[in-house]
């Protein structure tokens, strides 16, 4: 058994849920039978509370950035709160994703510590990896493996989780009692990621395609107000809910990609392309267009929104660029 792992793979592809299965296994007293279920300990883990597991999240830094102080405390609590939500919800679901809002640094996340206000460094993590306590594993889970320092990487055994297949998707989906009318929509759209699943259910179809409609109609409008309507909407969204702002943006890439596919033949009649609300003029347009370009522009949103750049600007730059970019091409068409 190993000190230290390392579980890497895209997105909601299972790598929380099995880091935890793994510790309940470590953990399970039947040997004959780890993960029996019937155990103490399988029974503690059900409810995620177990005395030998501590879970590490992001989580926002305190106001003094020094523990313990009083401009931090009402914070702790306040996060202990949605720490502990988060956590039951997890319980039940192995596939929600711990996140807290604003969450930069890496803090200590266990209910234990935090009750404490014990906080611990990125730099103590890797002081751990280098000397790790006694009769402890340690399970690091991230989706992006290449952020990682080679010192950290070679610390760890490392397992690459790939995305979820298709089919595995659509059974799961299946298992808890979706709509069949969504399932197509569903597998399509999540593309192996169950975090995206999981923001799709309870949407109807039509407020899937709604929402990925109002993206487009909005970024590839030639009216001013439309742009400011983009720019003052999205620019608010990624402040307030950024996992929000990346799924629309998500969307918008899915539907420009399906019309590459449709050009190249790869797919024909995607049921993003609808020809009502003036899609199919859009369509036309973007026929012609670089669509790798427009992609890039798009990635370069997102990445910016890790930066904490100043959105609304580039969400304008974003809108003279994708414009810029259609006339261009239709120049040469
Ligand atoms: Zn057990």
């Known amino acids: 058994m190993g000190s230290a792992y390392l579980f890497s793979g895209p997105p909601g592809c299972g790598k929380e849920g099995l880091a935890i299965a793994f510790s309940c296994g470590l953990n399970c007293s039947n040997e004959s039978n780890p993960l029996c279920g019937e155990c103490h300990s399988c029974k503690q883990f059900r409810s995620l509370q177990h005395e030998h597991v501590t879970f590490l999240v992001p989580l926002p830094g305190s106001n003094s950035g020094k523990p313990g102080e009083?401009?931090?405390?009402?914070?702790?609590?306040?996060?202990?709160?949605?720490?502990?939500?988060?956590?039951?919800?997890?319980?039940?679901?192995?596939?929600h994703k711990i996140t807290l809002p604003r969450a930069k640094q890496i803090l200590i996340g266990s209910v234990r510590c935090l009750r404490k206000t014990l906080y611990l460094k990125t730099q103590t993590h890797g002081k751990i990896l280098e000397e790790p306590p006694k009769n402890t594993t340690i399970i690091l889970v991230t989706d992006y493996k290449e952020q990682l320092s080679p010192t950290l990487l070679s610390r760890c055994q490392h397992i690459d989780f790939p995305p979820i297949d298709q089919s595995t998707m659509r059974s799961?989906?299946?298992?808890?009692?979706?709509?069949?009318?969504?399932?197509?929509?569903?597998?399509?759209?999540?593309?192996?990621?169950?975090h995206k699943a999981y923001s799709l259910f309870g949407k109807s179809k039509e407020e899937i395609l709604g929402m990925m409609g109002e993206i487009v109609?909005?970024?590839?409008?030639?009216?001013?107000?439309?742009?400011?309507?983009?720019?003052?909407?999205?620019?608010?969204?990624?402040?307030?809910?950024?996992?929000?702002?990346?799924?629309?943006?998500?969307?918008?890439?899915?539907?420009?990609?399906?019309?590459?596919?449709?050009?190249?033949g790869v797919r024909k009649n995607s049921f993003y392309l609808g020809k009502e609300n003036g899609m199919e003029s859009i369509v036309q347009k973007l026929l012609n267009t670089d669509i790798h370009i427009l992609n890039a522009h798009l990635e370069e949103i997102l990445r910016g929104l890790n930066r904490n750049l100043n959105t609304s600007l580039a969400l304008t730059n974003l809108l003279i660029k994708i414009h810029q970019e259609i006339q261009s091409d239709k120049a040469y068409a």
């Open 217 to 264: 109609s909005l970024v590839f409008s030639e009216k001013a107000s439309s742009w400011r309507h983009f720019i003052n909407e999205y620019s608010r969204l990624a402040y307030t809910n950024p996992a929000e702002f990346r799924f629309r943006v998500y969307l918008l890439q899915l539907w420009i990609w399906s019309i590459y596919k449709e050009k190249s």
């Open 172 to 194: 799961y989906i299946v298992d808890i009692g979706i709509e069949s009318e969504l399932i197509p929509i569903l597998t399509e759209i999540s593309q192996g990621d169950m």
């Open 70 to 95: 009083q401009g931090g405390k009402i914070k702790d609590q306040k996060n202990l709160e949605l720490f502990q939500a988060a956590l039951e919800e997890k319980s039940k679901n192995l596939f």
